[in-house]
Structure formats: C-alpha cells, structure tokens
C-alpha cells in the first residue's frame, strides 16, 4: 500500500491517522527544540483529540486547545448567549448574528459541505470566504466589515471554550483588516438643509425631529433614532439635558448634552407632547421605534429626490464635523456635542470644504 494511502490528516496540528494492517493509530510530529530535525513518533490513542494531547505532553507542554465540538446550530446559540453575556447592543448582536449565517449557514454548506466543525476552518477556507464576500455576494469593501465582525464572533468563541485558540492566532491572524475606503465628502449649503427639512416635516412629521437633530447636533443615525422620553430630563417643563444611554453610544459610555440652544429645546418640547403615550422620543406612525435601515433609505431617496444629491444620515454627522472645524471652533468643544472621545476618530470626519480650498488658493495669488 502507498504511503498517500496509509496515512490521512487529522483537523489536529500535528496529527496523523494511520490506516495500517494492526487498525487505526495515530502518528504525531514535532520540533523538540528550535532549528531541530522534526520527530515523528507513534502514540497510542483512542481518538485524533487524545492524539493531539499527547503529542503536547511529549513537547513537554499543557495542550492549548481542550475545547468542546459543537454543531453548528448549537455554537450560534451560544454565541448569542456569550453576546447578551457581554451586554452587546441589540444592533451588535444582530451583526454578528448575520455575519455567522453568512458562514456558517450559507458559504460552508455551499463550498465545504464536509466541514462540520469550527476548528476545521483553515486559512485556505477563510482566503475562499473573502472571494465569497467579495466577488460572489458582490460586496467590494465589504471584506473589511466581515474581517472585523468575524473576528469578534472567533474571540467570543474561543472565551467560551467553543474554538481552538489557533484559529484566532494562526489563521484569522494572517488576514490584516483592509484600510477604510475614504468616502467622498458630500457639501450642501444651509438653504438646501432648510428645504430639505421643510419637506420632510410635510412628508413625514415624524422623521422630522431625528433629521433635525442628526443635521444640529451632528450625532449618529442610532443615538437619535434611541432616544426614549426618559432620556429628557427638565427642571420644571423647560429641557435641561439629554442622554444617551451606554447601548447606543460607540464607545458604549453614557453621553449627555446640555446647555443646548432654544431651537433644540423647542423641538425636544413639541415631539415630548407629541409622544405622549409612548416610549420613544420620536416614534414612527405607529408609535413603535423607526427601523434605522428604514430611516436611512428614506433619506437617501427624499434627498436625492429634492436636493438632486443621495445622502446618508452619517452624511450629516461629517458637515457638522467639518464646517464647525472650518468655523475655527476648538475640537474638544465640537467633541463635547458629538460625543466623540479621541481627536483621532474625530479627524475622520473632517474634510476639505469647496469654499476652505478657495481660500487657501486665493491666499497664494501672486497676479
């Protein structure tokens, strides 16, 4: 019999099964030391996994990998237990969920039907995800997101004793997360944000109050859409702070505003009357919470209906970034309304203005 058909590999580093007259065995290989001649030696075992552990106690080393098999089903529901573990926000949790379907429940059946475990993935299978993300599912800056959330749900995993700690270390590891794809920074003057807001409180008064606040206050999509009633505070009737809870916040720390202008405090007045009855500060027609993808859209496509440009809620975030930034207005003091924590993350969202570069240009005029 030829060698090729004595032995076959086992998911275990290092281990070998062996096919011969006498039954199964197994053969485990290893460097005694560095820079020396890989050993090979037969061990008595009673499974790939014993296998393994031995050939650990023969480098002279506790195994690093004594984890439980599950399937499939059964890691995604301990992988959303591990997530509500964590406090992770309902929108993380999602995520991720989303992303381990993608996985696990549409590429592996579809490309690798025999792979039934999570520590059989290698990296030949991960190279072969990214070609799904990317080319199959047509998603051309995808791969980082998915790099990102995947890495997380392997993390998870691997706390709970559900994944081998080489698959983070030796296989994820070798995939470095692609840089950020820089956006196009979007200008539209204040008269087209006026119109803009005009019709949307004519079209949907109750999109109204989280666009206005996005547009002022330069605050993510999720804090405003998550603002509860609760979260306004007031001494007598007049609004003196607004808070926004750990959950809906980035850095997952709690986030207050006050000393705010008398145009925010009359549109905190008006929709508090409005959403008398309810739990949410800017509820939806039917009094439930507005479905952050729902809101986006509606955006993108009343934006470029009425401005003749498609625009995204985050859009927003950026013009306040940068024309407070182009004002000469001190960071920490821009930061204090956004919330943002570090003048890293806060340097992304500023960008070069149309009329900023004019005058840089016109400042070097030598005719």
């Not at 986030?255 to 925010?264: A, H, P, T």
């Not at 003048?343 to 203005?353: L, M, N, V």
Request: proline share 4%; glycine share 6%.
């Amino acid at each position: 019999m030829s060698k090729s058909k004595q032995y076959k590999k086992s998911r275990y580093l290092g281990v070998r099964i062996c096919n011969g007259k006498k039954g199964i065995t197994y053969e485990v290989s290893y460097y005694p030391f560095p820079g020396a001649k890989k050993k090979y030696l037969r061990v008595e075992a009673t499974s790939e996994k014993e296998a393994f552990i031995k050939r650990a106690q023969l480098m002279g080393e506790k195994p690093k990998y004594q984890t439980q098999e599950f399937s499939f089903p059964e890691l995604k529901e301990r992988l959303k237990l591990k997530c509500q573990a964590d406090k992770d926000s309902p929108k993380t949790i999602i995520n991720l969920m989303g992303k381990f379907h993608t996985l696990f429940e549409e590429f592996l059946p579809l490309h690798y039907p025999h792979v039934k475990s999570i520590n059989e993935l290698n990296q030949q299978i991960i190279e072969r995800y990214k070609q799904f993300i990317v080319v199959d599912k047509k998603r051309e800056n995808g791969w980082r997101d998915e790099l990102t959330k995947i890495k997380s749900i392997f993390r998870k995993m691997v706390a709970i004793g559900c994944c081998e700690e080489r698959i983070c270390a030796n296989v994820l590891a070798k995939f470095a997360k692609p840089k950020r794809e820089l956006k196009v920074y979007k200008e539209i003057t204040i008269d087209q944000k006026r119109e803009f807001l005009k019709y949307i409180k004519e079209d949907r008064p109750d999109l109204y109050g989280i666009t206005f606040f996005i547009m002022r206050l330069g605050w993510r999509r999720e804090q405003v859409i998550s603002l509860k009633r609760t979260d306004i505070k007031f001494i007598g009737v007049k609004p003196v702070e607004i808070v926004c809870q750990p959950q809906n916040t980035k850095n997952k720390e709690p986030f207050v505003l006050r000393n705010f202008g008398n145009d925010i405090t009359d549109v905190l007045n008006e929709y508090y009357q409005l959403s008398r009855g309810y739990e949410w500060l800017f509820p939806n027609r039917k009094g439930n919470k507005v479905h952050s993808n729902n809101y986006s859209n509606y955006i993108s496509e009343t934006s470029e209906k009425v401005l003749k440009i498609r625009l995204t809620p985050h859009d927003f975030r950026h013009m306040f970034c940068t024309h407070a930034k182009k004002e000469g207005l001190p960071e920490r003091d821009i930061m204090a309304i956004t919330g943002h924590k570090d003048i890293g993350s806060f340097q992304i969202y500023t960008h070069a203005t149309g009329e900023g570069v004019k005058k840089v240009l016109d400042s070097s005029k030598i005719f």
